[in-house]
Structures are given as structure tokens and as C-alpha cells.
């Protein structure tokens, strides 16, 4: 009963693809995250959707665009990959808005490395 | 320059040791501070939250403190474990923006 889950685990592709990474949680919560981290180990937020809306899009380059079904899912779409894009993609969810005192919840990362 | 900026970089202590690690931020305005512990591998986990009114709140072996005047945060981990080896990030939020830290990672040897 994993509370934020993520597929795939690796993806490994070639620059100039197209891929989709997958988020779930399973915590009714109304917000969710998508975040990258790079080599250097620094957590950046990419985008931010509370009930189907788009509230944060951090300076991302528009060949990411996050897609939520329903308020459980939020996906994330990658266009024509770089070779800058590898690094780890974790989502989060919380129950409102984390600018509160509301616990972010992080599912187990994507390992996304292009060649 | 980073908003939140914590030390050690790394840190290696012996098991059963106490320890000691820093955040100093410049987020404004302040809305909370988490401390997260990240192991190799997986997603970060929160340990604590303090809104600006708490200067002290334990989780466990955890205890984070937070100076809202300096600007300044701490997280003390009492008689470590070999588990306790992991990176610690320091988020700072100002309404609903969150900074990271680029995290304090610890190495705990038997």
C-alpha cells in the first residue's frame, strides 16, 4: 500500500525521444509535485497541480508538461529528451499547498538518464 | 547564491555519537522550515516542520531548532545509528515557494 508511487524506476533512452514518467498516491491528497534532482543533489521544483490546476511552473523548459488524469495522478511528459534532462524526477503529494505546515509525501524516484 | 545554505557538506561520525548539523537561510518572508533525511536511492522523508513561533521540535533522536531572528537552523541527532546514514535537506518556505538546501551528508561508521 505504497502511499506516492512512481513507474518507471529507470529509463534509460536516447536524446530526441519522447517519455512519460508516472505518478500515483493513494493519500486523498489535493496537491501534487514534480521534482528534479540533480547530480549535485539539489531537490528543484518543477511544477505544482492543486485540483487539476497548475499553481507553480518554475522556469522549465516547455518540452515538460505535467498531465493529471484526476487527483490522484499527475504525469510527467518530456519532449524530444536532452542530454541535460538526466537526473533523478521525484513526485510528492500533500494535502494542501506545502507553503503550510502540511508534510510533503515523496514516492522513490525516477532514474532518468539519456544517452 | 542559494536561499538556504546548510554545513557540513559531509560528515562522517562513529555509531553512538552525537551530532550536530546547520541551515542558515535567507527566505522571506519566512513561513516554515522542514528538515528531510533522504537515503541513497529513495525519496526524502520529513522528520520535522516549525512554523516561525517553534524554536524546538523533536522527532525521536531528532531534534531540530530554529532561530527565527539569526536566520538559523540545527538538527541534532542523539547516539547515532548506522541507519541514520543519509542526506539531510533543509527546506525553507515563504508562502508557496519552497527552498531547498543541497543537503549534509552523513556517514555514521561502526
Known amino acids: ?115 | 547564491k542559494n536561499q538556504v545554505e546548510q554545513s557540513p557538506q559531509s560528515l562522517i561520525i562513529l555509531e553512538g555519537k552525537n551530532c550536530t548539523l546547520q541551515c542558515n537561510y535567507t527566505v522571506s518572508p519566512f513561513s516554515n522550515l522542514r528538515w528531510y533525511k533522504q537515503d541513497t536511492g529513495r525519496g526524502p522523508v520529513s522528520l520535522t516542520i516549525m512554523t516561525f513561533s517553534e524554536n524546538t521540535k523533536s522527532n525521536g533522536r531528532y531534534t531540530a531548532t530554529l532561530d527565527a531572528d539569526t536566520k538559523q537552523s540545527s538538527l541534532h541527532i542523539t547516539a547515532s545509528q548506522l541507519s541514520d546514514s543519509a542526506s539531510y535537506i533543509c527546506v525553507v518556505s515563504a508562502s508557496n515557494d519552497m527552498r531547498f538546501g543541497a543537503g549534509t551528508r552523513l556517514t555514521v561508521k561502526p
Open chain 1, 1 to 115: 500500500d505504497t502511499a506516492v508511487s512512481q513507474t518507471p524506476k529507470y529509463l534509460v533512452t536516447q536524446m530526441g525521444n519522447d517519455k512519460s514518467i508516472k505518478c500515483e498516491q493513494n493519500l486523498g491528497h489535493d496537491t501534487m509535485y514534480w521534482y528534479k534532482q540533480d547530480s549535485k543533489k539539489f531537490l528543484k521544483i518543477m511544477f505544482s497541480y492543486n485540483n487539476k490546476e497548475l499553481i507553480i511552473n518554475e522556469t522549465v523548459p516547455n518540452r515538460f508538461s505535467p498531465k493529471s488524469p484526476d487527483k490522484a495522478h499527475l504525469n510527467l511528459h518530456i519532449n524530444s529528451l536532452e542530454l541535460g534532462d538526466s537526473a533523478v524526477y521525484f513526485c510528492a503529494s500533500s494535502p494542501y499547498l506545502a507553503g503550510g505546515v502540511e508534510t510533503q509525501y515523496f514516492g522513490p524516484g525516477t532514474r532518468l538518464l539519456v544517452l
